[in-house]
């Protein structure tokens, strides 16, 4: 840290992401990304013009992937708001509504206390419950800028649209914020409630069920007047946050709207697959409603089971945070690469006799 560093920003602790390791070929399920191409429309989508035109900016309206997304989803123009990617979001939200304090859970996304401190926002976090579902009732009128992921992370467990509205009906006063990361791979979408509550904000992000983590782009869908208070923030940073190759990669995603959502049913049997052989083995894992499970084995230690895949070449995610420090977070990846996980799996528990 050099001396010329705000002091405001010294005692920052910044958001991890999951390793990349590059010294070997890893089968790499730490970091929830799709284990399927994008669409085969997307992957034709750029040509030659495409690319000469880089010389010019990009439209900061996203108006073509606006209009695609605002038909999609249902919603009236002026609801959508594009960036650069989910986390873009989530930051802006940060900024432009927690004047009062942000709440969110206490074992979720580990970005969210990290755009409170850089933002300045007091906030408090509601723990879960001892099954790692989220509290409702604890989440409810707290006067506050409210954020939650549905699915939850790194749990995966998923609220019905009831208890989500709940918690958006009992803060009228101030902005909720559904993150959506992994709504595709079996939860409800908050979706629909965007016609009753003009405080709640739905955030989405191509980067797992589209297989576009490496595009970044992400959206959100609220009421026109949430939508136009984060492009004024937007438009007083980067107006042209989001390139021209990703617009048009992101209207490709839209057409093939089919292929992402069979690969994400693909996935979820995956998931399930999965999820059975290792309670055969002795895990214990919620019932997870995401593309990753979250799990445990009473013989083995967490950060054994992880240093043991990543010595025999499959990447898992460990947390530090001693709440979960037992558990593990598995990307579900292709059949083939689940399976090679869950030989590797057997050959450790053989190895720690259990």
């Known amino acids: 840290m050099s001396r010329f560093l705000h002091p405001q920003y010294a005692g920052l602790e910044a958001y991890t992401p999951g390793e990349q390791p590059r010294d070997r070929q890893y089968i790499k ?3 929830n990304e799709s284990p399927y191409p994008p669409a085969p429309a997307v992957l034709a989508a750029l040509t030659e013009q495409d690319l000469a035109d880089l010389r010019l900016y990009s439209d900061p309206e ?7 997304l605002t038909e999609l989803y249902g919603v009236e123009p002026g609801q959508v708001f594009l960036s650069n990617g989910s986390d873009d979001i ?3 939200t940060f900024m432009a509504f927690g004047a009062d304090g942000a ?3 206490a074992l979720t996304y580990s970005f969210y206390p990290v755009f409170a401190n850089l933002h300045g926002v007091a906030y408090e976090t509601v723990p879960l419950r001892e099954d790692f579902t989220l509290d409702v009732a604890g989440m409810q009128g ?3 800028l409210t954020v939650f992921p549905n699915p939850n992370a790194p749990t995966g467990i998923a609220l019905p ?3 989500v509205e709940a918690i958006v009906a009992a803060n009228p006063d101030h902005v909720v914020v559904v993150d959506e990361a992994y709504v595709d791979f079996g939860a409800d979408s908050a979706v629909p409630l965007l016609q009753k509550y003009e405080n709640l904000l739905v955030v989405m992000t191509y980067s797992k069920s589209r297989s576009m983590a ?3 782009l992400g959206f959100a869908l609220g009421s026109r007047t949430l939508i136009q208070d984060l492009e004024k923030l937007k438009y007083s940073t980067n107006p042209y946050n989001v390139n021209r190759l990703t617009l048009k990669l992101g209207q490709a995603a839209v057409d093939s709207d089919g292929y992402f959502r069979e690969k994400a049913r693909e996935i979820m049997a995956t998931r ?3 999820a059975q052989a290792l309670r055969a083995l002795g895990f214990t894992l919620p019932d997870s409603q995401a593309n990753f499970l979250f799990v445990t084995h009473p013989k083995v230690a967490g950060e054994t089971l992880y240093r043991k895949c990543k010595e025999k070449g499959v990447l898992i995610r460990h947390f530090s945070d001693p709440a979960i420090a037992a558990y593990n977070r598995v990307t579900i990846g292709t059949p083939a690469e689940m399976e090679a996980f869950l030989a590797v799996v057997q050959t450790i528990l053989k190895e720690e006799g259990a």
Request: net charge positive; charged share 30%.
């Open 272 to 274: 399930e697959k999965t």
């Open 90 to 92: 989530l930051n802006f």
């Open 62 to 68: 996203g108006t073509a992937l606006r209009a695609k």
């Open 29 to 31: 399920l730490n970091t």
């Open 142 to 144: 707290k006067g506050k």
């Open 161 to 163: 649209l009831d208890q």
């Open 214 to 216: 490496g595009a970044r």
């Open 103 to 105: 709440v969110f859970p």
